[in-house]
């Protein structure tokens, strides 16, 4: 089943999609909420693009597994979004996704590793990864 993965942020959306066996993971463009404040109906139109089965969103919880201000924007956007579309929708914990974005940037050219939108986008390649190995918490 294909999964499109969302690393959802104040000022970037990172958007990532799997290939139809769900084995594959690339990065689609970063949506900059600054440049498109249309930004669900930029991620609508994606998401029918992709026809997923499932979206993926991360969702940061603290160190005790317990909602923080973010994870409850994140969930307010997440109903927001599935007014937008007809896919069902997930979540899994996403903590750690930047860091470890980061931390794979590391090992670029110093441009990439300070390239915010690859960071993001990476981000939702990880949450991807997360929910593969079965880390949701709905």
């Known amino acids: 089943m294909k999964l499109v993965g969302i690393d959802y942020g104040r000022r970037r959306i990172g958007v990532a999609v799997t290939d139809e ?22 991620l609508r139109s994606l998401i029918e693009a992709e026809k997923p089965g499932l979206v993926v969103i991360g969702l940061p919880l ?9 994870s409850k924007e994140i ?23 930047s860091i470890q974005a980061a ?9 990439d590793r300070r390239n915010k939108e690859a960071v993001d ?5 990880v949450i991807l990864e997360s929910f593969k190995k079965g880390l949701t918490c709905d």
Do not use: W
């Open 121 to 125: 986008r990476i981000a939702a390649c």
């Open 75 to 97: 969930r307010v956007f997440a109903s927001d979004l599935k007014q937008a579309v007809s896919v069902p929708i997930r979540f899994v914990d996403e903590s750690l996704s």
């Open 103 to 111: 931390e794979i940037l590391r090992f670029r050219k110093k441009k």
């Open 62 to 70: 603290d160190i005790n597994s317990d909602e923080t201000v973010m």
């Open 21 to 42: 066996s769900g084995e594959f993971i690339r990065g689609l463009p970063t949506i900059d909420r600054d440049k498109i404040p249309h930004y669900i109906q930029a």
